[in-house]
């Protein structure tokens, strides 16, 4: 099962009157590497946060983005509820003597009444909770990533089946190629020594067509793009859930080295009409496996 590295995932819960939003963005990237998005005061978990995707996400470029609105977190300070108590104990009797009242706005801009919560504390409330936030995002990332890998699966079988046709048609014109050079190099040779009354020797024609015969010989290069593109084909099929698009990416680059080195070899216009047709395929090929896990 191979699956696409592009995909969208978002988590969300409400506690303590806190809303806490987390969203996973994957798009293409040789080797994991992971962007972590926070508000300013939860600066430092970042690492354990970065810890969770990896467990999900083992390839691509990752960002997550996480949002906090309402609540304390939000507000960002905290009563001093024994501090304020004091005051009014002391202004209430001062207050009473002058004929004023006091009220609760009075107090707190006073020196303590209101303190910033403490920002470790803040760190060790949203850890957990955004620890699963992003495990539930980084799954939907994957539900999507599975989505699309079948679509380009289907893709690459159609890509593979037009090269397979291609080599087919090569594989059966690579001996008649042999048989057409025979034909024409006797037939130039009977032209060239009939000027002088001379025959062609059975053992000169067979010697120049064993010499281009081993010059122009492609079965080796024939064999391996086959071996190349049921490998592939096995890869892309495969359930197994390993990470496959480096490999993928390989045997895509010896299938297109394997198709020059048919079509520098072997001089046949049906053989070089092929090979333009295969690398074609194998160029869209390597464009769709670029998005594969």
Do not use: W
């Amino acid at each position: 099962m191979i699956r696409s590295m592009t995909g969208f995932g978002t988590a969300s819960e409400l506690v303590d009157g806190c809303r806490y939003v987390a969203e996973v963005r994957a798009v293409n990237g040789r080797y994991f590497k992971c962007h972590i998005r926070l508000p300013e005061d939860l600066q430092g978990i970042e690492s354990s946060l970065e810890e969770v995707a990896s467990a999900f996400l083992d390839r691509g470029t990752v960002t997550v983005t996480i949002r906090i609105s309402g609540g304390d977190m939000e507000a960002g300070a905290a009563v001093n509820q024994v501090a304020v108590e004091q005051y009014l104990k002391q202004l209430k009797p001062v207050a009473e003597a002058h004929g004023l009242a006091v009220q609760l706005s009075d107090v707190l801009p006073l020196p303590g009444a209101v303190t910033s919560e403490d920002e470790e504390l803040k760190r060790t409330k949203a850890l957990p909770v955004l620890q699963k936030l992003v495990e539930s995002a980084c799954q939907e990332v994957n539900s999507m990533r599975t989505r699309e890998g079948e679509a380009l699966r289907s893709e690459l079988d159609g890509l593979l089946s037009e090269i397979r046709n291609g080599l087919d048609v090569i594989r059966e014109r690579a001996p008649v190629v042999i048989e057409l050079y025979e034909e024409r190099l006797r037939q130039r040779m009977e032209a060239m020594l009939a000027t002088v009354g001379a025959t062609v020797k059975d053992e000169d024609l067979i010697r120049e067509v064993a010499v281009f015969a081993e010059k122009s010989d492609i079965a080796e290069e024939i064999s391996r793009l086959g071996g190349h593109i049921d490998h592939f084909q096995e890869l892309v099929a495969s359930e197994s859930g390993e990470p496959a698009g480096r490999k993928l990416d390989f045997l895509s680059q010896e299938m297109l080295r394997e198709t020059n080195t048919i079509g520098s070899k072997c001089l046949d216009s049906d053989v070089s009409r092929q090979t333009v047709l295969i690398k074609g395929a194998i160029d869209r090929l390597k464009e769709q496996v670029q998005n594969i896990r």
